[in-house]
């Protein structure tokens, strides 16, 4: 197991429309999805590239989205906390991820270095998809017809920039098993190491609880993007 990738947190309440919660889930629907399938290729990719094939031979090194998708995380998750604010008329975090790309550490020819850069993969890609995005949102034109389809495709990039970015940032939470956690135990020693990994089945509870009870990511996020905005202009 390696990655994971969740989806950005998204905030809806009962005040607003449905069909307007709709309209934004489809169009946050493909950055989402490039967005943690680039995240997952690239842990694969960089792991085959430092000797371990495992997920070449899962068919996981794919742009093909479905071999990516959870169904519980991906799909049942979100979903549901989606319709929470909608039928009870409370606030909700939309919040998922995909299915981890498969990485036997063992098979890397230098495990604890070639670890740190599996690790790093999928954040630094979606570093660059939002680079990409901002550069994109910066050079498409502002539209007067809301409807139009520039004025998607600026929406979509933009929603792109902040996926890219929250997934970057909280993937590099030091807490297993985000990626963040997997670079905090290759390098610790391996007595730590070994104890980190003994806890790693709570850190799904750990990250759980700070998607839902902080703003910790926000306020990472925030610099990040601002900073993208104004590399573009």
Request: net charge positive.
């Amino acid at each position: 197991m390696n990655g994971f990738a969740p989806l950005p947190t998204r905030r809806y309440t009962s005040a607003m429309e449905p069909g307007r919660v709709i309209a934004e889930v489809a169009i946050m629907a493909v950055p989402v999805l490039a967005a943690i399938v680039f995240h997952e290729v690239a842990h694969g990719a960089v792991a085959f590239a430092c000797g371990d094939p495992t997920a070449a031979r899962h068919g996981r090194l794919t742009l093909n989205p479905l071999p990516h998708i959870d169904p519980v995380g991906t799909v049942i998750l979100p979903a549901v906390l989606l319709l929470l604010p909608l039928v009870f008329g409370t606030p909700a975090v939309v919040f998922g991820y995909a299915r981890p790309v498969p990485v036997d550490y063992r098979r890397l020819r230098h495990p604890r270095r070639d670890a740190v850069l599996v690790a790093l993969a999928g954040p630094g890609t979606n570093l660059v998809l939002a680079a990409l995005s901002a550069l994109a949102f910066a050079a498409l034109p502002q539209a007067a017809d809301a409807g139009s389809l520039v004025t998607g495709l600026r929406t979509m990039a933009a929603g792109s920039l902040e996926i890219n970015c929250v997934l970057a940032v909280f993937n590099l939470l030091p807490v297993p098993p985000l990626d963040g956690g997997r670079v905090l135990a290759a390098l610790l020693p391996p007595r730590a190491a070994r104890f980190l990994a003994m806890v790693e089945g709570l850190g799904f509870v750990v990250v759980l609880l700070v998607v839902m009870n902080s703003n910790i990511v926000g306020q990472l996020v925030q610099p990040l993007l601002a900073f993208l905005f104004r590399m573009v202009g």
